[in-house]
Each structure stands twice: as structure tokens, then as C-alpha cells.
């Protein structure tokens, strides 16, 4: 399985941006797919997953009501629409997917790993 995640950028304080992931492989679609985010300086942190069919969503207290997590299975792609976005939510953004059922929320529990997408909040 590939992820590549496209959409990040510079946006001001207060601002919207939405992030894709796409997948590709056999049975991509199949997989619970979740957001985590990495900060310079910290340790990679959950934001948001979905479960294969989206019914199912997970989030991070951090980002509730403000960002949503959702999936297109007919495009075999991820996103992550952020709004009323911080400057604590600058990071390197990963989509990733899981092998296991459900909405896993630790990053030991996705096999797949995108390459990343910068996003930076200024104030």
C-alpha cells in the first residue's frame, strides 16, 4: 500500500486547510486509515482515524470540533479538513493505514506510512 498526502501549507491563525491522503494498492479501501502529526522537537502524536467505511471516527481532544476525518472509498482517499487552525498545530502531517479492524488509535497498530505534509499556523 502507497499513501502519498497532498494539501498541506502556510495559513494564518484562524484559517481552514484540508489535507488528502490517496492511497493505492490491493484492498486499500479495506483499511482503517487515521491522521497523526509530528511537531519539531516532539513525538509523533494521534490526531484523527476512521474506520474502513468511515462510519467510525476517532479524534484527538486537541483537534475535536475543529478538524473532521473523513474518506472517499470510491477515490481511495483520506482527508482531513482543519479549521479554525492554531499555530500549535504546526507539524509534519502522516496519513497511515491500519491492518487491523476498527479505529486504531496507536501508531504501532498502522503498517503504512505516507511521506508526509507540512503545515505550518503562523499567529
Known amino acids: 500500500v502507497q499513501l502519498v498526502e497532498s494539501g498541506g501549507g502556510l495559513v494564518q491563525a484562524g484559517g481552514s486547510l484540508r489535507l488528502s491522503c490517496a492511497a493505492s494498492g490491493p484492498t486499500s479501501s479495506r483499511y482503517p486509515m487515521c491522521w497523526f502529526r509530528q511537531a519539531p522537537g516532539k513525538e509523533r502524536e494521534f490526531v484523527a482515524a476512521t474506520s474502513w467505511n468511515g462510519r467510525s471516527t476517532n479524534y484527538a481532544d486537541s483537534v475535536k470540533g475543529r478538524f473532521t476525518c473523513s474518506r472517499d472509498n470510491n477515490k481511495n482517499t483520506v482527508y482531513l479538513q482543519m479549521n479554525s487552525l492554531k499555530p500549535e498545530d504546526t507539524a509534519v502531517y502522516y496519513c497511515?493505514?491500519?491492518?487491523?479492524?476498527?479505529?486504531?488509535?496507536?501508531?504501532?497498530?498502522?503498517?503504512?506510512w505516507g511521506q508526509g505534509s507540512q503545515v505550518t499556523v503562523s499567529s
Open positions: 497511515a493505514a491500519s491492518l487491523r479492524s476498527g479505529v486504531p488509535g496507536e501508531a504501532y497498530e498502522y503498517a503504512y
